[in-house]
């Protein structure tokens, strides 16, 4: 199976894609992923108008992955540990970028 077949087989042609230059990603909007946006890394790009930049995603998967090796893998309640991790990186993401960070929790009766 193919890269496109996997990628047609489980992201919607709706979707706004961000890859790298990597050959493998060739041919996306020609099977309908008209929101495919690239990087050069061979040109010495890495970030392209402050929309398109993957490292962001590399960092998410690496912070990740070495949470979850601290549990020697999760084998339930895998969304929540994804969830957690994506909610740490965010937080990670705004403290380094001096961003406030404010949380309104609403409490239902």
């Keep these: 199976m193919t890269l496109q077949a996997v990628i047609l ?24 992923y008209s ?8 040109d010495n790009e890495f970030a392209r108008d402050g929309h398109c930049h993957i ?8 912070f990740t992955k070495r949470r979850l090796a601290k549990f020697n893998g999760v084998s339930v309640n ?3 540990h994804l969830k957690e991790s994506e909610w740490n990186s965010l937080k990670i993401s705004m403290i ?4 406030s960070l404010e949380i309104i929790f609403l409490i239902k009766d």
Excluded: A, M, P
């Design 9 to 32: 087989g489980k992201v919607s042609t709706e979707s706004v894609i961000y890859s790298d230059g990597w050959r493998g990603y060739n041919g996306l909007v020609d099977v309908g």
């Design 55 to 62: 490292n962001g995603i590399k960092s998410f998967w690496s």
């Design 35 to 42: 929101k495919h946006f690239r990087v050069s890394h061979g």
């Design 96 to 99: 380094r970028n001096d961003q």
């Design 78 to 80: 895998f969304e929540l």
